[in-house]
């Protein structure tokens, strides 16, 4: 169900309001969600609707899932964090995993973004070219 271009605007303003020092305040988007459910202005089922679409969009692409064909030491790991908090310009959740098929390298998928570096898919993209 798509929603009218105010309730669109009026979500965004909502969750504009809800970050503090450029982080999502998870606090606030409840006091946010709270206040419209109490207020019920006209189209607020709309304006909920954009407001969780925008929170999922928001906690997505401050996840990431880092895939290695072997396990990275501490080191490594730390290196990985801190190169995807400057990319996202702030704390990023990570989680590790191993994936043998990937045969070296690593696969980094942040919410839709997926950053491939891995040998299996070079190979694959040197089979196609022959």
Not at 59 to 67: G, K, P, Q
Not at 88 to 108: Q, S, Y
Not at 118 to 127: F, I, N, P, Q
Request: aromatic share 4%; proline share 1%.
């Amino acid at each position: 169900m798509k929603g009218s271009k105010q309730s669109r605007r009026e979500a965004k303003q909502l969750f504009k309001s809800c970050h503090v020092e450029g982080a999502l305040d998870e606090g606030r988007v409840r006091q946010a969600v709270a206040l419209v459910v109490e207020k019920k202005p006209r189209g607020y089922f709309g304006i909920l609707q954009e407001l969780q679409r925008l929170v999922k969009l928001d906690v997505s692409s401050r996840s990431a899932c880092v895939e290695s064909a072997v396990a990275l030491n501490d080191a490594q790991q730390h290196n990985v964090r801190e190169s995807l908090g400057r990319l996202k310009d702030g704390e990023v959740t990570v989680e590790f995993v191993e994936n043998a098929d990937l045969i070296g390298g690593m696969r980094v998928k942040i919410g839709d973004d997926v950053f491939d570096g891995s040998v299996k898919t070079r190979l694959a993209t040197l089979s196609e070219s022959f």
